[in-house]
């Protein structure tokens, strides 16, 4: 019997020793890793940070242009109604223009025609002077006494008031066709003024149409080529902080991981060891769950700011309330969002803690609680991807730094 005692106290030390370093190389490996990702968290978060202010530049940048953009358009809109009016008058003297020439080639050809009949009166009056020149003219006393009695004196007559009446047709009808084409001749001058000026202002029209149609193409293009810079480059900017943030998650959710088995293994060990009390911080409140904080107050999370501290504690861990107060509510999960089974403890008129992600609820709504008792369970209810306890101070309801109290 001695002798077994002997050998077991004598192969004891060796054992131990063959199985410590198994035991000690565990905890320091995950320790390490655990750093190691930390540091990776928060190096990606920097970068995200970063590319998060780059964002806000470019967001700011293509806002002034897209303001400058909507400046531009009332302009454009302006000037598209100036080449309107430009393009109405243009065609208003368009069409006054081919009045004109249609009116110039009717004058032109009434001209043409008046004056061959001008040709003809005055070829006709010259015809009559030289017949008037070579003939004697007959007075009316050698008309008179001439005559071979009363009715050859009335016939005489007769034909000399014919004679006179050809000759004064022939003299009106030169100076009807005279002044006739002096007037058709002015009238096509003024014509042939007011197509150059209308020529001159249509040329004008449509040099200032062109003018306003390449200053509107000009200025889109520049704006549009910058404004699409800057979208391309924000897209890009978006695009990284999309896969630091995959990256993130990714390393934040082995970070939980490693946490959750290294508390595992502190849940198993609680047997052996001396029960731990729930921490306190010097502030009027205590924790609510003991364990490693891992999300703070007010840090950037994917489209919304952290509004508490998260807390890594094993799924069933008792919370208890961080100070005497009435549970002032309680949601299950669906009803409170992400938040899971969530409870909020009204401590003051003003001041309220909140516990969120429970596996369960430890408590009713009206129920007056004390410092330290216990109001639900460490979850994973909600939008969590591990075991943790979300814990919010709020006043009039809107979040707080909640260390300040703990």
């Not at 129920?367 to 306890?389: D, E, P, R």
Request: proline share 4%; net charge positive; aromatic share 4%.
């Amino acid at each position: 019997m001695r002798l077994r005692l002997l050998l077991v106290g004598a192969l004891l030390p060796l054992v131990l020793w063959l199985f410590l370093p198994v035991f000690s190389q565990g905890a320091p490996s995950s320790a390490a890793k655990s750093a190691q990702l930390q540091r990776k968290i928060d190096i990606a978060r920097q970068k995200i940070g970063r590319r998060k202010g780059t964002e806000k530049v470019l967001t700011r940048d293509i806002s002034v242009y897209n303001r400058r953009i909507d400046r531009l358009q009332t302009k454009i809109g302006g000037l598209q109604s100036r080449e309107a009016r430009v393009q109405a008058d243009l065609d208003a003297k368009r069409r006054e223009l081919g009045r004109l020439q249609t009116e110039l080639r009717t004058e032109r050809a009434r001209l043409t025609r008046l004056k061959a009949r001008l040709a003809v009166a005055k070829d006709a009056l010259a015809r009559r002077l030289v017949e008037l020149y070579q003939a004697d003219a007959p007075d009316l006393v050698s008309v008179v006494l001439n005559a071979d009695g009363f009715a050859d004196l009335l016939e005489r007559g007769e034909f000399l008031g014919r004679v006179g009446e050809q000759d004064q047709r022939i003299l009106g009808d030169v100076r009807e066709a005279k002044l006739d084409a002096t007037s058709t001749a002015a009238r096509l001058d003024r014509l042939e003024r007011r197509q150059q000026k209308v020529t001159l202002i249509v040329l004008q029209r449509r040099n200032e149409i062109s003018e306003i149609k390449q200053g509107l193409i000009d200025t889109r293009v520049g704006y549009d080529t910058t404004r699409q810079g800057k979208q391309r480059a924000l897209g890009s900017v978006r695009d990284q902080r999309h896969g630091l943030e995959q990256e993130l998650e990714v390393a934040e959710s082995a970070q939980r991981k490693i946490r959750a088995q290294l508390a595992a293994a502190a849940n198993r060990n609680a047997g052996t060891l001396p029960a731990q009390p729930v921490q306190g911080g010097g502030g009027p409140w205590i924790f609510p769950v003991s364990g490693p904080i891992t999300g703070v107050f007010g840090e950037q999370r994917p489209g919304h700011l952290h509004a508490g501290v998260d807390i890594a504690a094993p799924e069933g861990t008792p919370i208890r309330s961080a100070a005497n107060g009435r549970v002032a509510l309680m949601q299950p999960t669906g009803a409170s969002g992400g938040y899971g089974n969530y409870t909020c403890i009204q401590h003051t008129s003003t001041l309220a803690s909140c516990y969120a992600h429970q596996v369960r609820f430890g408590t009713s709504v009206g129920a007056n609680v004390k410092q330290g008792q216990v109001i639900g369970y460490v979850g994973n209810t909600g939008n969590s991807f591990g075991a943790h306890l979300h814990f919010e101070a709020r006043i009039n309801g809107v979040p707080v730094q909640p260390m300040n109290y703990l």
